[in-house]
């Protein structure tokens, strides 16, 4: 407890960092964390079914297996994102949003996809999200 108010102090006199992003990470972290859960188990209702969406190696089920996976990756990965943000003096808010902004097209991409082909086309914007997110960490880590 005394930890956090003396960081939270030692926050309100620095305005270039901005703690409510990391918040944000932390809290996009988990909430996905809670989605790969939920997506799992609705998934899981049907994979005993061998022909469900065309078959385990159908590229539709693959898709929504990478949707699933994707809210556990990116969702630890802000968490991670979140707990770094702690420790650093300053956190780019640009690099938090991106990185938010990772964890919730990734999944959307992947389960748009599964159902429209024509949507493959979106995945870069999550792919450059989390580069950039990561590389603006890093980059304002090393300049500390």
Known sequence: MYYRLRRFSELRHNSSVQTPFTEWNLWTGWVATLAGVISGAVIGLFFQREEWLGGYSCYRRRLLR???????????????????????????????????????????????????MRFRILFPLPVISATAGILMLLMNWRAQ
Do not use: E, Y
């Not at 994707?70 to 938090?96: K, Q």
């Not at 938010?100 to 999944?107: D, E, L, N, R, Y």
């Open 66 to 116: 990478l949707g699933h996976i994707s809210f556990f990756g990116l969702g630890f990965t802000n968490i991670l994102f979140g707990l770094t943000g702690r420790v650093l003096l300053t956190v780019p808010g640009t690099a938090a949003v991106l990185m938010i902004a990772s964890a919730v097209t990734m999944p959307i991409c992947c389960f748009l996809t599964a159902w429209r």
